[in-house]
């Protein structure tokens, strides 16, 4: 368990050296008026979130390189909460678990949406996982939608293999904020 732990804060610690270092190359003046925070992600949880078919964008981040004011934040949400509604209206035409499904996936966009908006927001571990949670929560009702059109033991299966990504994925985010975590105490603290 110990060299589990060693070899994510290892691995976090190359990651975080090796985004402390990006924003070096970057041509654009940063703005010195906010906090600079540096972005670390796990590529395995963001494997595993890939294979599984959830966005991965923001599943592991800790922070983004620069917050959003709140302005942004809320235009932002209102555009996705609008994008619902359009992508519901489009829907409409649709007939039985169709439109079911339809409307499952338009949730499931605006839950992503809002989820990496509130990762870019708040930039912190916990927010990571809680996007992650959001994330894998709304997959897990878009799969089942689409479980409908199967029957009998094919259903079952299908409804069980989406309970088993979401847990899975759900995992794998409560793995990596953990290391993320570690990775962020073990950071030396720069003298005053």
Same mark, same amino acid.
């Given at each position: 368990?110990?060299?589990?732990?060693?070899?994510?804060?290892?691995?976090?610690?190359?990651?975080?050296?090796?985004?402390?270092?990006?924003?070096?190359?970057? /041509?654009?003046?940063?703005?010195?008026?906010?906090?600079?925070? /540096?972005?670390?992600?796990?590529?395995?949880?963001?494997?595993?979130? *890939?294979?599984?078919?959830?966005?991965? *964008?923001?599943?592991? +981040?800790? =922070?983004?390189?620069?917050?959003?004011?709140?302005?942004?934040?809320? =235009?932002? *949400?209102?555009?996705?909460?609008?994008?619902?509604? &359009?992508?519901? @209206? %489009?829907?409409?035409?649709?007939?039985?678990?169709?439109?079911? @499904?339809?409307?499952?996936?338009? @949730?499931?966009?605006?839950?992503? %949406?809002?989820?990496?908006? +509130?990762?870019?927001?708040?930039?912190?571990?916990?927010? %990571?996982?809680?996007? &992650?949670?959001?994330? %894998?929560?709304?997959?897990?009702?878009?799969?089942? +939608?689409?479980?409908?059109? !199967?029957?009998?033991?094919?259903?079952?299966?299908?409804?069980?293999?989406?309970?088993?990504? +979401?847990?899975? /994925?759900?995992?794998?985010?409560?793995? =990596? *904020?953990?290391?993320?975590? !570690?990775?962020?105490?073990?950071?030396?603290?720069?003298?005053?």
């Amino acid at each position: 368990m110990k060299m589990k732990a060693l070899i994510a804060a290892l691995s976090g610690a190359i990651l975080l050296s090796a985004a402390t270092l990006a924003p070096a190359a970057d /041509t654009t003046k940063p703005d010195t008026t906010k906090p600079v925070t /540096t972005t670390v992600k796990d590529t395995a949880g963001e494997t595993a979130a *890939r294979t599984k078919g959830v966005a991965s *964008r923001g599943t592991s +981040e800790v =922070a983004s390189a620069t917050h959003m004011d709140k302005s942004a934040y809320t =235009a932002e *949400r209102e555009k996705a909460e609008a994008d619902l509604k &359009a992508a519901k @209206k %489009a829907c409409d035409p649709l007939k039985g678990n169709e439109q079911d @499904k339809c409307k499952a996936e338009a @949730k499931y966009n605006e839950q992503v %949406a809002k989820a990496d908006l +509130e990762v870019k927001f708040k930039g912190t571990p916990d927010a %990571a996982y809680d996007a &992650a949670v959001k994330k %894998a929560k709304a997959k897990h009702d878009w799969d089942k +939608e689409k479980c409908e059109d !199967q029957k009998g033991a094919e259903q079952t299966a299908c409804k069980k293999q989406a309970k088993a990504d +979401e847990t899975k /994925t759900i995992a794998d985010a409560k793995a =990596a *904020r953990s290391a993320n975590k !570690q990775v962020a105490s073990a950071q030396p603290k720069a003298p005053k």
